[in-house]
Structure formats: C-alpha cells, structure tokens
C-alpha cells in the first residue's frame, strides 16, 4: 500500500470502530431494561405482532409491484415485439420500456396524487404532489398494515403498463416522440381520473369506500383494460392502416419473443391481480387461484377455437387465449369463486378469438397487436362477468349498517349490480374515446402523429431509434 | 472450367456434401435460399389472419470444376439429393472464364 493511501486507511479503521461501538451502546441500552408489568409486556407483543403481519403485507406488496414492473418489462415488451415485423421490433420495445421511465416521473411529481388524493369523485387533488405526505404510515382508506410509499409504488407499476397496452394499436407507424407525448398526456388526462374514480377516495365509482355507482374491479378490468383497448381502437381507426396492409404478408417476425412474453405476463399478473388484495391474506390466494384458473381455461378455449376452425391449434393462439383470460379475470380475481374463474376463462378465450380471428378482418380496421380485441373486448367481457359471479363469501366488499355481508353478485341475488357495472363500463368507454381523441387531435397538430411512409417502409427501428434488433452480419 | 449450381432439399445437404467430398470434390459454396419451381408452398394462420408462403426455403451448392470431372459430379449430386418428389430442386451449368486463387494468385484449373 502506497504512503499516500494509509492516511485514509486509518480514518476509515477509525470510523469503522466509531460505527461498531455506536450499535454496541444501542444495543445494550434496549436489552437491559427489567421486564416490568404484564399490560406493559402485552402491549408490545400486540405491538409486534402487528408490525409481522405488516411485515408479510409489505414483503408480498413489495414482491408483487416487483412482479407488475415485468409485465411490462419485460413482459409486454416481448410479447409484443415478436408479434412485429423484424425491422420494429427495438421501436415496440422501446414504447414500453419509455412508459417505465416517463410515467415513473410524471407518478412522483403529481400523478400519484391526481389518482390517489383525496380530491372529489373525479379526482385526487393536489394534496400528495411530489409525494408530500406519502411515507411509512399505512393510509388506512387504501391499505391499513403497509406502508402508503408501499401502495404508491405499486400503484405506479400499473400506472405504467397501462399505456403500454395502446401501443399495441399503433404498432410500426406512430413516431417515437407523438407517442411519448400521446402517452404522457394520456396518463393524466384518462388514466388518472379513471384509477381515481374506481380507486380512489371519494371515487364516483369506488365499490370500497362508498362510491355512487360501486363498480366492482378487482383489479383493473375497467381501469386497465377498457381505457386502454379503447384507446387503442381510436388510436388505429385515427391512424389509419399500416402501409400495404392487408394485402401485404406481416406474420409475428418472432412467436418465440411472443410467448416468452406472454409467460412473463402469466406469472407477472399473481402481482396484479393477487397483489391487489393489498395483504397477504386469503384474499390474495383467492386472487391467486381465480387468476391462474381464468388463464389457463381462456388458453384451452382459444386453442380448441382455433383447432376447430383451422384445423390446428397454433402456439400463438395458446398464448394469446391466456393472456385474453388473464385479463377478463382481472376485475374479477378477488370477488369470484375457482369454478366461475375458469368459466370466466373459457367463455374469455373464444369470445376474444372471435373478436380477433373474425369481426377485426370482417370490419377492416388495423389493431396490429388486438389490444382492442384483447383488452378492450376481452376488459368489458370482464367487467360484465363480474357482476354476474361475484360472492360475498369471498371478499364481503358490501355490508350493511350492522357490518353484515350483502350479496355482491348476481349469482348471489343481487342483480342490480350487473347495473352498476355497465356504469363502470360506460364510464371507461366514454373518458377513453373523448380523451384519446382529444389528445390525437393535439399531437398531430403539433408534433404530427404518424411517421411518413418512406420511413415506415424502411422501419422504426432505423427511422426512430437509429438501430437494428439484430446484427448477424456482424464481422466476427 | 464449369459452374455447377445445385439447388436442392434442405434435408439432402449431409448427403450431397459427403458424396461430393468422397469423389475427391474439394470446394464448395453453401447458400441458404427461398424459392419454388412447380412445389406448392404452404399456408400459415396467425391469429385468425393467413400467410402464404410460396418461398420454400432450400439449399444451393455452388461448385466449380474442371471439365472433366463435371459428368461424375452432376451424377453424385443426382444420386445423393434425388427423393422422387415435386420439390428435388435443379442442376445448373455454366461456363467459367477464369478462376484466381486470392492467397498466391495461382489461375486456372489449378486454382480449383
């Protein structure tokens, strides 16, 4: 060791032992003290029990937003890039991964709070802009044994993914930057008010805390899915067609990116789905369960659709049934039993491949990746089948004044729930046809919205990112 | 000198590259390409939407060789690459006007 490094040496030995003997102190100063009366000694224990169960509901929240943050990357990412022609397959990427940096920034500085807030039955309000009052105490409203920074975090992770889901729509012919404004915009002016009105406190729709029309959404059928697969619809119809299609061949240029994709979003979603219950619980195993089953069955509908009409059942289709059975099951996970999930599930599979295989060739419109098909179809399916299946024994999210259950579905005997649901629906149509095509309108009269066709031909890959996803020439 | 193009099935590489190598052939290019005579390609479905691909992929053998050794290598690349069906592929020949070793610049038959 050189002369000029042992000076260094020696104050860090010195702080070292500083540090060490600061924990040693500490440490005695807390084991010493006499065990004194039992109220005393049972309040702590209560205290620490408390704290473990928090403990677990903070672990699994933790590891569940971990789990939304892969859905989109890189879940979606994938999925959706193998289902692209090889010359925009970085560009899809792209969409996503920039959603996980943008929305990020846009939720801390005041996003979270527009969705979260307190505010009326729109929308939160300002009081949490950049985080103020967002720390380690539980906000009982929301999540009562996990720290509020907890929910914040994981509520970011479907703030972002969310958007990511349009990009389906507008696949290989929107510029790079009309998309990171279109989202940005999007994010606030749709998603915000909608994540407010089913979630939030005071939320016109919210079925927890006493909203006027209680739309029952687990997880995000509405919020998620139905803002996002109709946005993507008037995204394509205001877009317009890809160039050369349909004529022109534009097979998946990778199914193999696609279904590890997909599989990532299959295990990814027990985060958003399971992860919503906001506990680790039994409610999150319900969740759980529900999930897995509605995939698994959309899977067998979807493939048995495809085999029956086409004679075999493709890989594409497998994956693309379980991913449409995932999302019908969203809103539901956390208020139906196991054997209405894969009901759930079945009719999710083949009413989505219906959509996809027959009424998008038979109207003509160019949803590149049937987000619309899958998302907006497959979300409003969902949200439908909820009220139909839900059941108080497995979340009693109505009581009534004594604390007692009510029916929650139709099943159940209440049928006006079924009313409260197309609310809900109506409602996330509405705010994602007149939000997006506001938005639309704003982007491409300033920025413009779709690359030209010169540049669609050569790829986005090349036109919008300057790369290629793969250099095989590569000298060696 | 002439240019033997062999385009064949992608299964019968193995056994053409072997028959050649064993009546003393010693170079030889292999390319990978698409394309069809009288074969019908094939139809694939996805998501509801059908391609068809008329390209079939095959493989070509590039090989060039003196005049006389022309006869016996057309013979080996029939008997190892014939299956009997549509879809064999073709042999083609064309003259070389000249062939130019890069390492010592040797022309000739003797850059073969």
Request: aromatic letters at 10%; hydrophobic letters at 50%.
């Amino acid at each position: 060791m050189s002369n000029r490094n042992r000076p260094i040496t020696w104050w860090f030995v010195i702080l070292l032992i500083v540090a060490f003997a600061q924990c040693v102190c500490a440490q005695s100063s807390t084991a010493a003290s006499p065990s004194s009366d039992t109220a005393t000694r049972l309040a702590k224990l209560e205290q620490q029990v408390a704290d473990a169960k928090g403990s677990a509901d903070n672990a699994w929240m933790l590891v569940s937003s971990a789990l939304v943050l892969m859905m989109t990357g890189p879940g979606l990412a994938l999925f959706y890039c193998g289902l692209v022609r090889k010359k925009n397959v970085l560009a899809t990427m792209m969409q996503s991964f920039a959603l996980m940096a943008v929305v990020t920034v846009l939720w801390a500085l005041f996003s979270y709070s527009f969705s979260f807030g307190a505010g009326n039955s729109f929308f939160g309000g300002f009081q949490n802009l950049f985080l103020r009052g967002v720390g380690a105490t539980p906000d009982p409203d929301y999540a009562a044994t996990i720290p509020v920074q907890t929910f914040m975090v994981y509520q970011l992770m479907f703030a972002i993914i969310t958007p990511g889901l349009i990009a389906g729509a507008f696949a290989e012919r929107m510029k790079f930057s009309a998309m990171l404004l279109f989202t940005a915009i999007w994010s606030i002016l749709v998603y915000d008010p909608m994540a407010h009105m089913v979630w939030g406190k005071g939320g016109l729709l919210n079925a927890s805390l006493g909203g006027r029309f209680p739309t029952l959404d687990f997880a995000g059928g509405t919020v998620v899915h139905v803002t996002s697969g109709v946005s993507a619809l008037v995204c394509a119809l205001y877009l317009g067609k890809r160039v050369g299609y349909p004529k022109e061949p534009m097979p998946p240029h990778s199914v193999v990116l696609s279904f590890i994709g997909a599989c990532l979003l299959w295990v990814g979603w027990f985060g958003f789905n399971a992860g919503s219950a906001l506990a680790a619980g039994s409610l999150a195993t319900s969740a759980f369960v529900a999930t897995h089953f509605g995939a698994a069955a959309a899977a067998v509908g979807w493939a048995g659709a495809e085999w029956i009409r086409n004679g075999k059942p493709s890989v594409l289709g497998g994956i693309s049934g379980a991913v449409a059975g995932l999302v019908a099951i969203t809103p539901a996970a956390g208020f139906v039993q196991p054997m209405p999930a894969l009901l759930i599930g079945l009719i999710a599979g083949v009413f989505c491949y219906w959509m996809v295989a027959v009424v998008k060739t038979k109207l003509g419109y160019d949803d590149s990746l049937d987000a619309f098909g899958v998302h907006g179809a497959g979300g409003t399916l969902g949200a439908i089948l909820t009220g139909v299946f839900a059941v108080s024994a497995v979340n009693p999210i109505f009581k009534d004044a004594h604390g007692n259950a009510l029916p929650s579905g139709l099943i159940e005997g209440n049928a006006h729930q079924l009313l409260n649901q197309f609310v809900g629906i109506a409602i996330a149509w509405a705010l994602a046809i007149v939000g997006t095509l506001v938005i639309l309108k704003f982007v491409d009269v300033t920025i413009g919205l779709r690359v030209s066709e010169e540049e669609e031909v050569q790829g986005l890959d090349l036109s919008q990112h300057g790369e290629e996803g793969y250099y095989w020439e590569a000298s060696a | 000198m002439t240019k033997v193009e062999a385009v064949i099935q992608n299964s019968k590489l193995e056994a053409v590259k072997s028959a050649l190598q064993e009546i003393g052939v010693e170079g030889m290019t292999v390319l990978e390409v698409r394309g069809h005579g009288r074969q019908k390609g094939h139809t694939e479905v996805y998501r509801g939407r059908e391609y068809s691909v008329d390209l079939i992929p095959k493989t070509k053998i590039e090989i060039v060789l003196a005049d006389t050794m022309v006869d016996k290598a057309v013979q080996t690349i029939l008997a190892s690459a014939r299956t009997g069906k549509i879809g064999d592929g073709k042999i083609f020949l064309s003259r070389i006007d000249e062939a130019i070793r890069i390492r010592n610049d040797e022309r000739g038959e003797g850059a073969l």
